[in-house]
């Protein structure tokens, strides 16, 4: 019976050994996908406003560049303005979101196949919850007007010299 045990002993650890070998393996493999990912989500997108009057490039990280038209002064108003640089913003923030998206569609998909932290070590956080929160994409509203002040009020209708 003693010599049984050092046979079942080493039969494990290959097969331990051999499971451990598959996971790092699958985690060089998901590494470098997730490198490929992020490099392919932070890749900046450009939009432009409905009237032509105003570009914007952004990436995940936010606002890169606003650029208003010289025109858009001469054929806007700055509400309308205001209200095109605003859309445009929101745009570019839906497309990035979109971006980031497909460019972690495939590890969503291989994170459902491969076991959760979990399951091997309980108690342990999720990483599949912890993905979810990162590709939940945050709800856009439309900003509250800016109220207009009385100081402002007395330059927009009078001048300023006298």
Known sequence: MTDDLPEITRDTNAALRSQIDQMLDAYQRDSAALLSAQSSAAEPVTVWSDDNLVRVTANVAGVIEVHVEPEAFRRSTPEK????????IQAAAQMTTQAQQEALAPLTELSGSLPDV??????????????????TPPEMSPPPAAPIDDEDEYFRNRGYLR
């Open 81 to 88: 303005l205001g209200a095109s640089i605003t859309a445009t």
């Open 118 to 135: 979990p399951d091997l070590i309980p108690g342990a956080p999720s990483t599949k919850d912890l993905m979810a929160q990162f590709l």
